[in-house]
């Protein structure tokens, strides 16, 4: 094993039936939402948050043809592009929730290095799937993509081009959230040793296992959040953690509590 690889926390996807009302919701929830693109377009929108990650809900879910067509077409997909295939099927219309996400090289000019790193620890991963999107601003954003074959490990991303330009119109939220500081994945016996192997070769690290089968647990620490690993009768992400930091500090009065996201 060679020495830990330098990734952060990129985003986590969240899977929503109704893209819409889901806007409303995280907005009542004291969330600053930005569309992900024309409203014509729009098939997501972002939670940028203080520490540079972000939230970003998504919605596939676009009427019954529609849906069909992009159930064979994902299908036809796996004889060329099986690991990108196998990962877009868990995006399919139907799934609510916590589906995935995102691992960004740190610094972001470290991304494919880090790929050739990952794939000398012996972990398989697709080579890099370009990608873009129009902003709401009508603007063209490109980035690069790459997949491990076990899909219930995160993608890789490149930096953003042009970058994100965060500021406190979109990372100030009524209700504190700072970044997200815990992310909690659940795994069956079945799946733990190929699922913490395959953190460890991805993260460059080994971190302790605490209990015993059935019930073990570890944790894989990145800058600015940890990977909690726990094992038992369901998988998938659990919940994530957002933190409160940068608000607490202003208000000391009256910190916000950590913020939870379930996966369910």
Known sequence: MHEKIPFKLGHVLVQVDNLQE?????????????PGGP???????????????????????????SNTVLYMLVKLMKIIKPSYANRLEGYLPGGKGLKDFALDSSPSNQYKYNMTRVRENGLNISKPQFKKRITENSETVTWSLAYPDNVNLPFLMSAYDPPNVLDELTTDHPNGAFGIELIQLNTTHTQWDSLYDGY???LG???????????????????GTIIELLEGTTKGIDHIVLSGEERDMRNQLNPMPPFIIKGY
């Open 39 to 65: 409203p014509d377009r729009m098939g997501n929108a972002m939670i940028y948050l203080q520490d540079g990650s972000f939230i970003e809900l998504f919605s596939t879910n676009k009427g019954k043809i």
């Open 22 to 34: 889901s806007i409303t919701d995280y907005t009542a929830m004291g969330f600053i939402v930005v």
């Open 200 to 202: 460890s070769r991805l």
């Open 205 to 223: 690290v080994i971190p302790p296992i605490s209990g015993k089968e059935p019930s073990r647990s570890a944790k894989f620490e990145m800058k």
